[in-house]
Each structure stands twice: as structure tokens, then as C-alpha cells.
């Protein structure tokens, strides 16, 4: 799980990532499936966690109207915890073509959070990680500023091999008001409709073809779904 990353305070990953919107039913037809071939994630209950993202974007929402405009290259900004109790937190900046897929984390204390939450970016200048002054730079310069919260439980399950993760999301929440993130009373509000949730497969080089075979018996094509830009279409209205 993400969370054993916190112990890093820089992470440059590539993957490959394919994402389905399917039911809970189907998704507990091949939870024994993919029982047989990978392992749980060792965090959390059974291999589910939970998972609260705070986004930032432009003062023109860039970010957001790439994703409606379907820009081949998508990038998210967010801070993610795992615990409401979490003492530090990841700051992500994800690059997206296509499905394949590049994610920068550095750590922040939960007091820095909160600091990026009010629009201060300064502590981002006493980082000397390049990811810290790349970020303090774009947050800056584009006006950044926080936009919505989304919160999920995530089952999630692992193989070695070309470090393979398939996850299921579910009971996903964004919130109308982007301030919040480490308080437990923030209005959430169902991004998706009841019974369903998001499948995503992440891979390095090649997908294995045990799981392979598995994830093929989907009776559904992938989408490019966006938590994030769901959750704006909430505020929206």
C-alpha cells in the first residue's frame, strides 16, 4: 500500500494504469480469483483501507477542464493521508498519458498540510527534494489553491512480478467545501451510484498473464475515470 512510502521522502514512479467502473457483485467474482494468484495488501482490514485526498488546482482549473477536454497529458496535485491521526502526509504530483501513468510523492509533516491547505506554500521552499521547488514554483505562479476533498476505501491486492496491483475503490465521497482534510466531520456526499465502484490494474512492464486472464473476464470496456474531476462536478452541480 501507499502508505509504507511515507518512510520515503521522494518517489518517482512509471505504470501502466487501466481503470473499470463495476459492481460490488462483480467485483466479489474475482476477489477469489485474484485471492488464488496475489497476495492482500498487509495494511488494513483484509487488505482495505482508507484513503482522503485533498486536490489543489489553478485559479483557472486547468487541471480540471484538461480532464474534460480530454488533453492526452493530465496532471493532478493532491495531498493524500491514510488516518485522520496520520502525523505526516504525501504530497503527490501525478502525470497522466494515456494509461500510462508517472507519480512524484514527497513527504510533509501534518503541519504543513494544513499550511498548503490555507495556501501557504513557503514550507515547500525548506524541502531540498527538486519535486519541492518544482511544486512551490506551479502552486505559485498558476495560483493554486485547494478544490475538494475526496475520501474511499480501497481493497487492494499485490504480485511481485512487475509489481502488479489490482484495487477496488469504493464508497467514494468528494466534498463541496475544500477545507477539511484532517477533520473528521467534513460534509462528503456519494460520487458514484450505490453498489458500484472503480477497478484499477497498475503494472511496470507487462501484466502478468494469470491476472491477465482474469481481469479479461470484465465485461467492461476502461474508462478514464477521475475521482477528482467527479467530485468538482458535484460542486458544480
Request: aromatic share 12%; glycine share 4%; proline share 3%.
Amino acid at each position: 500500500m501507499e502508505k509504507k512510502d511515507l518512510k520515503k521522502s521522494l518517489r518517482n514512479v512509471f505504470r501502466k494504469e487501466i481503470k473499470y467502473v463495476i459492481t460490488r457483485r462483480e467485483f466479489y467474482r474475482i476477489s477469489d480469483r485474484l485471492d488464488a494468484v496475489m497476495q492482500r495488501d498487509s495494511h488494513g482490514t483484509n487488505g482495505t483501507y482508507n484513503i482522503r485526498s485533498l486536490y489543489f488546482d489553478s485559479l483557472s482549473d486547468r487541471d480540471f477542464h484538461d480532464n474534460l477536454d480530454g488533453v492526452m497529458e493530465k496532471r493532478k496535485i493532491r495531498i493524500r493521508i491514510y488516518d485522520l491521526a496520520d502525523e505526516n502526509a504525501l504530497l503527490e504530483y501525478k502525470c497522466k498519458s494515456g494509461s500510462d501513468s508517472r507519480k512524484k510523492s514527497l513527504v510533509i509533516t501534518r503541519e504543513e498540510a494544513m499550511a498548503l491547505e490555507r495556501r501557504s506554500f513557503a514550507s515547500l521552499l525548506f524541502h531540498d527534494e527538486e519535486l519541492a521547488a518544482f511544486l512551490y514554483n506551479k502552486m505559485t505562479q498558476n495560483v493554486y489553491q485547494p478544490r475538494t476533498i475526496v475520501v474511499y476505501d480501497r481493497t487492494a491486492f499485490t504480485y511481485p512480478v512487475s509489481d502488479v496491483r489490482v484495487t477496488f475503490d469504493h464508497n467514494i465521497m468528494g466534498s463541496l467545501s475544500p477545507f477539511g482534510l484532517f477533520d473528521e466531520h467534513v460534509p462528503l456526499y456519494p460520487l458514484m451510484e450505490m453498489g458500484y465502484g472503480v477497478l484499477e490494474v497498475k503494472y511496470n512492464e507487462f501484466l502478468v498473464s494469470p491476472i491477465a486472464r482474469i481481469i479479461a473476464d470484465i465485461d467492461h470496456l476502461p474508462i478514464a475515470n477521475s475521482k477528482y474531476s467527479d467530485a468538482r462536478f458535484l460542486a458544480y452541480g
